[in-house]
Nanobody
Framework: VQLQASGGGSVQTGGSLRLSCAASGRYLSTYGVGWFRQAPGKEREFVAAITRGGGNTYYADSVKGRFTISRDNAKNTVYLQMNSLKPEDTGVYYC??????????????????WGQGTQVTVSS
């Protein structure tokens, strides 16, 4: 499956963005999907994940209550709605898909396919 992340941009503190992760090649409904981000000089970190059917979602503590992950399997797309953005949310955001079911959704090593990343910049 090929993944295309989009929707990044530059916003001020408190602003909102919605990222999209569009899949091609295979039905995204057969994969769990996660969002990760990487800030300059830092390691890539888990942001949010959603199971195949969308019944379960998971978030990093730093984004709980501000970000919402969702999916529209009919459109083969996963979304990340980001509200109340903070400067520390700045980074390149990647979506990823994985075939396995179960735990370790927060580990990038469990994901098989990655999108190219989209830049999010939050200014104070």
């Amino acid at each position: 499956v090929q993944l295309q992340a989009s929707g990044g941009g530059s916003v001020q503190t408190g602003g909102s963005l919605r990222l999209s992760c569009a899949a091609s090649g295979r039905y995204l409904s057969t994969y769990g999907v996660g969002w990760f981000r990487q800030a300059p000089g830092k390691e890539r970190e888990f942001v949010a994940a959603i199971t195949r059917g969308g019944g379960n979602t998971y978030y990093a503590d730093s984004v709980k209550g501000r970000f919402t992950i969702s999916r529209d399997n009919a459109k083969n797309t996963v979304y990340l709605q980001m509200n109340s953005l903070k400067p520390e949310d700045t980074g390149v955001y990647y979506c990823a898909a994985r075939s396995i079911i179960g735990s370790y959704y927060y580990s990038d090593r469990t994901y098989d396919y990655w999108g190219q990343g989209t830049q999010v910049t939050v200014s104070s």
